[in-house]
């Protein structure tokens, strides 16, 4: 995908040079010189934070500290921010050293999480708090209403099942190819509901190759 195809699945506008920033992992500024997304991850952390503390209290008017306090933590967590990552395939967009892409840092929790928050901080450096409001409104605000969601990161073929059987889809199935020497073999897996495609993913295992199967077929299902 082009930077503007990332622009439109965000929703939000973004100064170009501010949101390739943002996508620059420490590893890729290491290896290529110039800055990484570090210091837009601090400023986004400490905005969604924020964010997403007043839409909880708004939204559950008879919730105790506690109760918010676990609601908010969920939300803002790595395995939430990664979900939204995921949704608009964040991880194809990154810029990786070669090390970080090689060891699969593109699919990475952590890595998606603090990209994602490095967006949120960007936006608001180039449109203030509505920017940012407008990214967070649009791809982490849904997650509080769906908790289940957030477990699309961590297990996606599960969530992917869930989801499937949420909207009385066919049974999910995977058709699995592979191509390089033996040492160097490339799994691709397509994944299916009944004979309807849904997503396709490639990796160095079979197991993995069904993962980013299945993280493509929800990216496609929750569009």
Do not use: C, W
């Given at each position: 995908?082009?930077?503007?195809?990332?622009?439109?699945?965000?929703?939000?506008?973004?100064?170009?040079?501010?949101?390739?920033?943002?996508?620059?992992?420490?590893?890729?500024?290491?290896?290529?010189?110039?800055?990484?997304?570090?210091?837009?991850?601090?400023?986004?952390?400490?905005?969604?934070?924020?964010?997403?503390?007043?839409?909880?209290?708004?939204?559950?008017?008879?919730?105790?500290?506690?109760?918010?306090?676990?609601?908010?933590?969920?939300?803002?967590?790595?395995?939430?921010?990664?979900?939204?990552?995921?949704?608009?395939?964040?991880?194809?967009?990154?810029?990786?050293?070669?090390?970080?892409?090689?060891?699969?840092?593109?699919?990475?929790?952590?890595?998606?999480?603090?990209?994602?928050?490095?967006?949120?901080?960007?936006?608001?450096?180039?449109?203030?708090?509505?920017?940012?409001?407008?990214?967070?409104?649009?791809?982490?605000?849904?997650?509080?209403?769906?908790?289940?969601?957030?477990?699309?990161?961590?297990?996606?073929?599960?969530?992917?099942?869930?989801?499937?059987?949420?909207?009385?889809?066919?049974?999910?199935?995977?058709e699995i190819s592979a191509t390089g020497p033996e040492h160097e073999r490339v799994y691709t897996a397509v994944c299916f509901s009944g004979e309807l495609e849904l997503g396709?993913?490639?990796?160095?295992?079979?197991?993995?190759?069904?993962?980013?199967?299945?993280?493509?077929?929800?990216?496609?299902?929750?569009?």
């Open positions: 995908m082009s930077s503007d195809e990332l622009v439109e699945k965000l929703g939000t506008q973004i100064d170009s040079e501010l949101l390739q920033l943002a996508i620059t992992h420490s590893s890729f500024a290491y290896e290529k010189g110039g800055s990484n997304n570090e210091r837009l991850e601090f400023l986004g952390d400490s905005i969604l934070g924020q964010l997403v503390a007043v839409e909880v209290f708004k939204l559950f008017p008879d919730a105790t500290e506690g109760d918010l306090t676990r609601v908010k933590n969920s939300v803002v967590s790595a395995p939430a921010l990664a979900t939204a990552a995921n949704r608009i395939e964040l991880g194809k967009h990154l810029r990786l050293g070669k090390g970080e892409s090689a060891s699969g840092g593109a699919a990475k929790i952590n890595v998606l999480a603090d990209a994602f928050e490095a967006i949120i901080g960007a936006a608001y450096i180039d449109g203030g708090i509505d920017s940012a409001k407008e990214l967070v409104s649009r791809h982490i605000f849904p997650l509080i209403s769906s908790p289940e969601s957030i477990r699309e990161s961590s297990d996606p073929k599960t969530a992917l099942i869930e989801l499937a059987l949420r909207r009385g889809m066919d049974q999910i199935s995977y396709i993913g490639s990796a160095g295992t079979k197991r993995s190759a069904e993962t980013e199967a299945a993280k493509s077929a929800l990216a496609s299902l929750n569009r």
